[in-house]
């Protein structure tokens, strides 16, 4: 699971930091909305855990933004502002939780867990890593509203490198996923629909990268990407 936890207060960031990586959590701190901009832009979170008096500004302001091009990935809003019409305000906002600091660590990580549960359903139809959007159950991708024409093999390879982007997809799970639809498939189908997918992918602004002995990832600059 992956956590992008905005929050200028260090106390606070590295308690749950420590507390989150002990669980196996991987978790990237910013402390400004800038900072947020730049992680948030690579994609592949689970959760935003966002506080709101940032040092360059209102972390709802922020939400606002985010949704207009992302409604899916789940915001938990962790504040000191305790009212009621803040609650409705961060929920009105795109929050899909709020929780009022000082807050029990049990609590908080009980949330985080409901929250990423239904994330990952909801992301079982409609995965999103930059302008792609790939749509499981309807079998078609998006990029940037334009739909891109793939057979099935490569609806299916796309879909696991979404599925773990940022992050390395191993060569030899593209193949045993492949072989699982046909028996035939050899060492090299991994290599022949990569190659398929990048051409189909040029010029969209996502790329695939090699990374040598290891596999491939989705990158958001398709000029990084090798042959």
């Not at 978790?27 to 832009?41: G, I, K, N, P």
């Not at 992050?167 to 639809?181: C, F, G, N, T, W």
Request: glycine share 8%; net charge neutral; hydrophobic share 45%.
């Amino acid at each position: 699971m992956r956590l992008l936890l905005i929050e200028d207060d260090p106390v606070i960031a590295h308690e749950l930091s420590l507390r989150w990586r002990a669980r196996d959590w991987a978790v990237l701190h910013c402390a400004s909305l800038a900072q947020a901009d730049v992680a948030l832009a690579d994609g592949g979170y689970d959760l935003v855990v966002l506080d709101r008096g940032l040092p360059d500004g209102d972390g709802l302001d922020w939400l606002l933004r985010v949704r207009e091009r992302d409604r899916l990935t789940p915001v938990l809003v962790l504040t000191a502002r305790d009212r009621v019409a803040d609650r409705v305000q961060g929920l009105q906002a795109g929050a899909d939780d709020y929780l009022v600091k000082p807050f029990a660590a049990e609590e908080l990580d009980a949330r985080v867990e409901v929250l990423t549960r239904r994330g990952a359903a909801a992301r079982g139809e409609l995965l999103q890593y930059g302008k792609l959007h790939w749509f499981g159950r309807e079998g078609r991708v998006l990029v940037d509203g334009r739909q891109l024409e793939l057979s099935p093999r490569e609806f299916e390879v796309l879909g696991l490198l979404v599925r773990r982007a940022p992050h390395v997809v191993p060569k030899r799970v593209l193949i045993d996923a492949l072989a699982e639809r046909n028996l035939e498939v050899g060492d090299s189908a991994a290599e022949v629909y990569v190659s398929r997918l990048r051409r189909r992918l040029a010029g969209s602004g996502t790329g695939i990268q090699t990374v040598r002995g290891f596999g491939y990832r989705l990158v958001l600059d398709d000029t990084a990407a090798q042959a």
